[in-house]
């Protein structure tokens, strides 16, 4: 069994659960749905797990995760140190975890699936399913320069790999519509809670600011980690976005070789591009580049990093500095 | 957004989070993988939530989900009044919520399913997924005698309908292999909490029993809600099972029609006749049938019904009065 932390101190909360955003009923053959009578499924919908403080009333944190992780990734870390919703549950801060549309316990829509299985649709119409390799991902996480191997100086707890490992889920938001039905889910999700700091990672770390465009509403804050880039933004859209505090945060090591995808140099500098254009409209955008604050070693995982409550006390301090406290009015709070 | 019930107290724990038990390091290639290079990924791997209660030493409650559901079945109830997860803890009890293998969080393994879609793997080879439409949901579960129209006397809270369809997601349960890989997971959960009640519903109704076959030694306690069947169990597997309190738990209205599955007439009375083989064997067993003790109208989803808290109060009277306190050395204790 995984060693777990008990903390020194109770947890005291005033409510913890979980709750569906959105959702579309739609209707299937037996086929498709693989047993029974054919009907009508929900397909779409979006888990979101929720804990409040007892007692405090600060912004609503929304954390997302990344490709092939799930809400899992803020519990408990690998090698039993509290997680990042324990943690800023207990700063104040009310905490939702979503699962992204698709992955997880929100479900997937598998009718393709099945009727694949039926000869009803050809194999290569079926959506690629994804998850990294554990060697993939020590490259591509930036925990060392070759699978395995840690840098000297990784903030990633290596030791518990193993555990990490479980964490990764198959990955099947190439089965997703378009547009991605997570930025209207996350959109809702702010709007609902009267306004929420929205929090994305790598696959998602571009959702904050996709969120905000849909309705800039509920989004009083877009922290965007590691994103895959920074691209393809109109001005329309850049003048919008302007509107809402945005912060940029990147780990060390940032030219390691072997990453499949684009979280490296110029992934970085696209971003630094993008935070000009906020800033020439007049915007608050800044790069919190991990190394220049905690010293080397954040890894691409940093709310998984051996100093992950470091970063989220960085995460909590521009929060404090940048967004307004919360709105009245939250139905959780 | 779901009415979500605040409670009238805080919530005050020892501790929370996640982790994980078991899995197996397995060997795929980049077509299987989807991505990226090929190499190891984790499967088999079973995720387990957690809460434990401040100051409190009960014996630790698994509560095992059933088919196209997760954990979240046990977290916050369609119409937002509290799961039995959080309802237990407040009475004292560690609460374990493990998402079946192949759902959810667990994830599942899909090399397959991208071995179809390459053409390396002809498609009927694929395993089936599940998912009940609503309309059949309708009746198997027994909100009614017909979809959409409700049992004068249901306790489920069928105003909530369309929340409680968000909860399903596909099964996989087909692809898994044999045994299933749930059995030794739970066995091995309740084993290194030193000590377990293991509660089945539907389709994992029967995996406390296969938990206590694997290793008698964690499971102090076996709950079997409405399982398919309680067949096919050898005299000497009787003999076993016999060494441990086991409770069998029924719903109402057992002859609707349209039930796909068996939870009917005649599973109910296969489960009598393995109590009498129990008993026989000088065990301790009994029928909960919940119209007895509750009134009528309970469903298959006594989890989610109306007076589930009332449910739950029958299951903590059985374990106080059949299953010893818990044993010493719970490490999340």
Excluded at 110 to 121: E, F, K, L, W
Excluded at 262 to 273: Q, V, Y
Excluded at 294 to 316: F, R
């Amino acid at each position: 069994l995984q060693d777990v932390q008990i903390p020194k101190s109770p947890l005291v909360l005033k409510a913890l659960g979980s709750f569906f955003v959105g959702g579309e009923t739609e209707e299937q053959t037996t086929i498709e749905l693989g047993v029974g009578l054919p009907g009508h499924r929900t397909v779409n919908q979006m888990y979101v797990q929720f804990m409040l403080p007892n007692g405090k009333n600060r912004v609503p944190v929304v954390l997302v995760h990344g490709g092939t992780l799930t809400g899992k990734v803020f519990e408990t870390q690998p090698d039993g140190r509290m997680g990042w919703a324990e943690y800023f549950v207990r700063k104040g801060y009310p905490v939702y975890l979503p699962e992204q549309v698709s992955r997880g316990r929100s479900g997937f829509n598998h009718a393709i699936y099945n009727n694949v299985r039926a000869g009803i649709v050809a194999p290569n119409f079926q959506p690629n399913i994804i998850i990294l390799s554990g060697e993939q991902a020590w490259t591509h996480f930036r925990f060392g320069p070759l699978p395995g191997v840690p840098f000297a100086d990784t903030q990633f707890p290596v030791e518990a790999i193993s555990q990490f490992s479980k964490q990764a889920i198959p990955d099947l938001n190439p089965s997703l519509p378009v547009p991605n039905p997570n930025f209207q889910r996350l959109s809702d999700l702010a709007l609902e809670v009267k306004g929420a700091v929205v929090v994305g990672h790598s696959e998602s770390g571009r959702y904050p600011l996709e969120a905000a465009l849909v309705n800039p509403e509920g989004t009083k804050g877009l922290i965007v980690m590691e994103p895959g880039n920074c691209d393809g933004y109109t001005d329309s859209q850049v003048a919008s976005l302007a509107e809402i505090p945005i912060l940029i945060v990147w780990g060390d090591h940032i030219d390691t070789p072997g990453s499949i995808l684009a979280h490296g140099p110029a992934a970085f500098a696209g971003c630094l591009d993008f935070i000009a254009r906020i800033q020439a409209e007049g915007g608050n955008a800044r790069m919190l580049h991990l190394p220049d604050e905690l010293g080397p070693g954040n890894s691409h995982m940093m709310m998984t990093d051996k100093n992950s409550d470091q970063v989220a006390d960085l995460l909590i301090s521009w929060i404090e500095e940048n967004v307004p406290p919360q709105g009245k009015g939250n139905p959780h709070n």
